[in-house]
């Protein structure tokens, strides 16, 4: 096993009332220590649902149905909730998109960090508030010996998801999941808690998963990309190569419609159309209604993710 | 948190001013302390002589403030019907009825928790539907009922609890004021019948809102982020879900049981429990009017000081309310 983790063929379906919809249709990626790999798309691509499938805490009705996670060479699809709970937090942590909804509100700081310490290693809560102390100061939050103290309502959304990431810093991560970790923060201080992710993964050798809408910080902090359109993979491949030269008109489109992508003065692309509802998505290419490159073949058969050209993997009958 | 807990015991302190001036507005209109002390055998000539001595033509207001003053000072008139101060009258009432509730709020916490967690975390279990099926036989059904469904299962049928009065109590403090049944087999015996019937009325709502409440925060990011970070079952249960639970069932609790105190009456009189609500009843009967305001404003200040209790616990154990008093 060479990579850090590998997700195989997985499928993730939701039991509903109305029969069983698949959120995610057999997608495949890895990632390897201390790399960082962004997952775009549109909202209700498969997107979160991928990054809590990792650690097997998919919301209730939804399951994995198929496929399987490699962790260090373990299969960790196939363990059970307490093996789960050695991982979580632990090898793998969260960042969740909301702040101001992530921390308990009735309990302080330093006790859900301590707790979270105590869950995984052996020690006394002295030393585990002197840790999280040290990672309060890694996270360059401001007086970080009051912060333990405090309750999360006394924090602004910057500094909760500095704390945060503090304590997804605890344990000893492998990977940080960071599901839309800066959307609900306003934009200065986006940019500053991007900073401070990408310079901990690189200092830490820790490696990303980056759920967002916006490709533009995606281009900005990782190595590879993943675009994902109606529960699929659609393009796959070096951030580089997909942000300059797309292959799949889907990405073309997301790349055309980010502010600064065309010349100044001119109009920004826009993709026409929505993403289908998973219970109704057309035959063939799931983006077929909406391209323009759109052939016979594309609403009868569904394009395999494969190698093109310029080296990155792309579903699309007509380019390569 | 300091300026929190002065701003409650002011706002309790306006209440009671309120409550005071209507319990004495009501005893000075139908009320006639003449009578109560000396009966009907006496000329209307004298009646008005002891009046005007009594202070009963001041002004309004005059008479108002000397009923604080004296209510300050413990003094809330005297029963014709007992031929005692009210506020003795009151306090050897007081603990039968005391116990009631206190036997009463045991049950509720002892059953409600556990099956309100449980239907919440299980709630397709045989156990949760069983539960929930129970309770909503328990709220359709009135107090009275209730009462006399146990009195015949268990009192007339079973013939294993009894029924009627305290039974044997022991002197708490060894001056007659707190005779308590909580001490003696007896005593324990006889406060079943009575509590559960009380309890009927709160405990299915109880253990409906504790399970509404915790599958609600259950739901929540922050429990989420609980199971996000590894931490087991148990506590993301115990700890992280089952504060944010009882946040809103403290205070429901506060005022459940203030209306719970009011079914009391109820269920002393099917009991023949000499508490409070037994006295009440007999005060109605007899038109002990002095008794009767002075048990409202009893009442009544235990009404707010619970609450401000309650109120001034929840600010403890909410962080964010605390921020809030503060500012
Ligand atoms: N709890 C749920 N119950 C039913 N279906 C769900 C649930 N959660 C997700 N889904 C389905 O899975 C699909 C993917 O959801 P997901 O949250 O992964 O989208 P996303 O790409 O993260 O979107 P967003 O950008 O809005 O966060 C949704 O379109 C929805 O149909
Ligand atoms: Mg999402």
Redesign the interface.
Known sequence: MSHLLEVRDLEVKFALRSGDITAIDGIDFTLDQGERLGIVGESGAGKSVTGFSI?N?I?KPGFISRGSIYFEGNKISDYSDSQM??????RI??I?Q?PM???????TIGFQMI??LR??KKISKSDARAIALEKLKKVQIPSPEERLDQ?P??LSGGMRQRI?IA?SLLVNPAIIIADEPTTALDVTIQAEIMDLLQQLCETEKMGLILITHDLGVVSQVTEKIAVMYAGKIIEFGPTDQVVHSPVHPYTTGLIGSIPGSTAPGEKLLQIPGMMPTLSNIPEGCAFNPRCDLCEPICTRKTPPLEKKQNGTMAACHIKD | MFAFIIRRILQAVVVMLVISLMGFAIKNNIGDPVRDLVGERVTPAERAKMADDMGLNDPFLIQYLRFIGHAVKGDLGRSFLYNKPNLEVISQHAPATIELLMGTALIIVLISLPLGVQSALQPKSKLARFTMSFSTLGISMPVFLTAILLIYVFAVHLQILPSFGRGETVDLFGNGYWNTGFLTRDGLEHLILPCLSLSSIMLPLFIRLIRSEMMEVLETEYIKYAWAKGLSPARVWMVHAFKNTLLPVVTVFGVQMGITFAFTILTELVFQWQGMGFMFLEAVQRADISLLIAYLVVVASVFVLVNTVVDIVYGFINPTVRIVGTR
């Open positions: 650690i805490l919301s709970r050695t991982i979580r937090g632990n942590s969260m969740f909301d909804m992530t921390l308990n509100p009735v309990f707790e979270t869950a995984h309750y309502h006394e945060i304590i």
